[in-house]
């Protein structure tokens, strides 16, 4: 098989970690703290390191993951639902892992798809356990529908880390230098962070977190990358200073405070990297 047809299935792979990931985040979110939402955060966790993974196989070679979202099974409006959605997104992402193994003979390709596929078969497994726990548990959709300028701003917040979180995955991948490389995914996985304490508070303000993302900046040059990214982390700086100001509860205002410290900080690691690059 040529490299082209290789890349394109595990573009295809990749697009279905990243509809599972945002699958379980919105359920587990959805559900409130408690042990299986940690469980659940748990996999999705693990269908972010997949993700990685592909998209590192992608670059070798040499070509560009793609930030496209594959099917998310969200219909059902009980916990019980949303834990049999899982079970079948499972058995979804199985059959293709298995058709691309047998499909493609590069070895190392192969013995990641099948490490891939070995964890899917525990996922499998333990979203079969959780529609019985689910049930035993009388688990519950604990989401409220407020919608104010105080879940407005956790919606915009939630919307903006999605973006950048895809964006500097995007661009660790791509960029050649090894700085940029280590910055952006570490930088991403505070995002990450991000997004979930906008989607718990939200969730704890009776609001309905919309995990949906703006463009992603594509720049082929690591110059430009990091141009983009320190323009939208002092763009969102500014934002989230501008909201802490806004809202009256005192935990959120000290949350978006602490968040618009990180993007300062961002901001500033970027604006350093990218004067190196310049030189
Ligand atoms: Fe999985
Ligand atoms: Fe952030
Ligand atoms: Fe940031």
Known sequence: MDKVKIIELLNQDLEGEHGAIIQYLTHAYAMGEGEMSCEIEAIAREEMRHLDWLAEAIVELGGVPSLERGKMRMEGKSVVDWMKNGVMLEEDAMAPYREHIKLIDDPKIKRLLQRILSDEESHHGDFQHFVEKAQKEQAKDVRGSRQDRTTQILNQGIEHEYTVILQYLLHSYISPNKEVKRQMQDQAINEMQHLGWLAEELVDSEGNPRIEHTEVD?????????????????????????AAKEVKEPDLKQLLLRIRDHEVYHADVFSDLLKEEEK
């Open 218 to 242: 594509r720049s082929a040059r690591t110059a430009d990358m990091l141009r983009a990214d320190i323009k939208v982390e002092k763009e969102v700086a500014a934002a989230y200073d501008h």
